[in-house]
Structure formats: C-alpha cells, structure tokens
C-alpha cells in the first residue's frame, strides 16, 4: 500500500527514522516481512549500537515506488488457513520471490477475496471450522469453474489424500509441514503455464 504524497520527500512533522514496527506499518507488510527483506538488501537498514534495525523513510518511499508489494507486478496468490503462523510463514516467502499475497483466516474470507480479486493462484488448507476446505474448493468450481487454480495442504499427507485433491480437480497437493522451496516451485509451476 503505497504512501499519496504531493513531493517525494516526507514532512518536518514525520520522524525520518522509523523503528521495524514502525517501517512495516508503512510499507503495509509484517515485520518478519520486512526483517527478511533488510535482511536480503531489498530494503536499506541501518543498526544501532544495540544492533536494532531503523529505516529512513525516504529510503522506504524509494523501495515502494520501485520494487513495493503496491507496484502489483506479481501474480496474485490467495493463501487460505486457519492457522495464522503458516499464512505467514507463505507469505513472508511467496512475497521473498516476488508474489502479491492476500491472506484469509477461513473460507468465508477466502470467497470474498477471491470475489474482490480474482487470484492467480488458491493455497488452500483442507482442515479448517465450519466450512472445510473441500467445501470452499466446490463452492469456487461451482462460481469460477477451473479459472482459479487450487493448490490443497494438509497435515496429513498420504497418498489416498493426495488422490482425493486429483478426483476433486485442485492442481497439487502438499502435505505440512512443507518445505518452502516445495511451495514456491509447485507455485511457479502452476502460473508459468
């Protein structure tokens, strides 16, 4: 999300150092995001004594008009799970290559936001309250038909489940916990073609 301002440098009033909380608030991304993005040199840090990151905000209006989540250059990948640690933990590495990522808690959320935006690609978890993955899989079918590509994970990873994604019409299947490196290529895979 990117800053409106009416010149490229901040006003007197806004403090030109900004803390790690302070910067991902900015930039609109979790902290662990922003830390893995200093951490790369995507996002110039400077260190205290106390070896506590802070940002010049000029130098985070650089990295949003040049290369920020708001540039919307990426292909859009909704992530839907209950769990909040493994949203984030995707996020923080399907954003690392460059991704535009929304998160949904449930699968009402998940159908709104594919509403609002259709998504390139659908991480879905099968285990969710209420309304299970299976469930929010055939309600998209039924809205979007095969359009939106569905990848299911689940924790348990076996290949009578792994057979259930094929015949229900997901494109993959990953069991949990995955290997990072898993996803992102099973997601390159599937938006490449």
Known sequence: ??????SGR???????WL??????????????????????GRVRAFYTPGRHRRYRRDDLDTFLESSGPAAGEGPLVLIVD?????????????????????????????????EESQPDLVLLD????????????????ERHGEAVPVV???????????DEVAERGA??????PFDPGQLIEKTKQLLSS
Do not use: C, H
């Open 1 to 6: 999300m990117a800053r409106e301002r009416s």
């Open 10 to 16: 901040s006003t007197s009033s806004e403090p030109q």
């Open 19 to 40: 803390t790690l909380g302070e910067a991902a608030r900015y930039l609109g991304v979790a902290q662990s995001t922003i830390r893995k993005w200093s951490d790369s």
């Open 82 to 114: 209950d769990d909040e640690q493994v949203r984030e933990y995707v996020r923080v590495n399907l954003e690392a290559e460059g991704y535009n990522v929304r998160e949904a808690g449930n699968a009402e959320e998940g159908l709104l936001a594919v």
């Open 126 to 141: 099968v285990m969710m309250p209420q309304v299970d993955g299976w469930q929010m899989l055939q309600q998209l079918q």
């Open 152 to 162: 299911m994970f689940s924790g348990k990873a076996d290949a009578a489940t792994a």
């Open 171 to 176: 494109r993959g299947f990953i069991g949990k």
